[in-house]
């Protein structure tokens, strides 16, 4: 083991489990008809077949442009748009992320790190003050145009739905995300159990919606810790929540979207965070005995 430390990873999706949806606000602020954009122009060609990632993400492109609602949009718009979810952080955000961090000091050789893996725009995403200072990576969808920060026209990365495990496999196994971006298959370079990075025990996962089933099941197979956001005033979510995710036992347990310490996922993810860190150090003094 040496002096390397262990590390635990927590990973969160972002949209509607961090904060409300970027892309419905990104678009709301164009002056777009949200609702539309999703109930009809994305279902119509998710009924055409389309994947559903891939359906909203051309159809953003195809309101990139002169005289189109988002106009001549960059990446650049979409970081500096991104400096506005700032505000929008559900409660309990982001003191969670630093409470993390002092409970993992009291452990020697211990570290924490945060990460975003997201269907949504990753450049809105980074966009965010709070992102840059406290997540390791964010792994998202990316759009491109001719030339570095040029008019938006082509889809960069699609994240869909077992998408989502490859970057969990990436943390897993430590591969930096400026070289899985140039070079993708690394991923899939044989790393012994025993020698990735971040073990899936050491993991936990946070999301909300249907694209998270795949990490979520993941993680429940393989000793990491799972759990569900949902908006318990949506009698819709609700029901979701009940049906796909706790019956089939995907998840350790649902909760609304609130981190503070008194709240119940505030308070459950502390104590993961403890748990694992303790595991952790009983697993080392076990070895160190044999």
Not at 26 to 46: I, K, P
């Amino acid at each position: 083991m040496g002096n390397s430390p262990d590390i635990i990873s927590v990973v969160f999706d972002f949209d509607d489990t961090l904060a409300p949806d970027s892309t419905t606000k990104l678009l709301r602020e164009h002056g777009m008809d949200t609702d539309r954009f999703w109930r009809t122009d994305v279902a119509q060609l998710v009924e055409h077949g389309y994947d559903p990632a891939l359906a909203w993400l051309n159809l953003v492109l195809e309101n990139i442009g002169p005289g189109k609602p988002l106009g001549q949009l960059t990446n650049q718009h979409l970081r500096e748009f991104g400096a506005t979810l700032d505000a929008d952080f559900f409660p309990g955000l982001p003191q969670l992320f630093d409470d993390f961090r002092a409970q993992v000091r009291t452990f020697k050789d211990i570290g924490i790190e945060l990460y975003i893996i997201t269907g949504g725009l990753q450049e809105v995403i980074e966009g965010s003050q709070v992102v840059q200072k406290h997540f390791a990576a964010v792994y998202g969808s990316r759009l491109a145009g001719n030339g570095e920060d040029q008019t938006l026209r082509r889809i960069r990365r699609c994240v869909t739905f077992t998408e989502k495990t490859r970057y969990l496999f990436e943390i897993n196994k430590g591969l930096d995300p400026s070289r899985t971006a140039k070079n993708p298959f690394l991923v899939n370079e044989d790393i012994p159990q025993a020698k990735r990075r971040v073990p899936f025990r050491n993991t936990i996962y946070v999301g909300d919606g249907l694209t998270d089933i795949p990490c979520f099941s993941l993680l429940k197979q393989s000793g990491g810790y799972p759990f569900g956001v949902f908006d318990p005033s949506e009698p819709e979510k609700a029901k979701r929540a009940l049906l796909k995710f706790l019956r089939p036992d995907r998840v350790i347990s649902m909760h609304a979207p609130k981190y503070g310490q008194d709240d119940e996922l505030g308070a459950l993810l502390r104590a993961t965070v403890t748990t694992i860190a303790s595991d952790i150090q009983v697993r080392r003094e076990i070895a160190e005995r044999s």
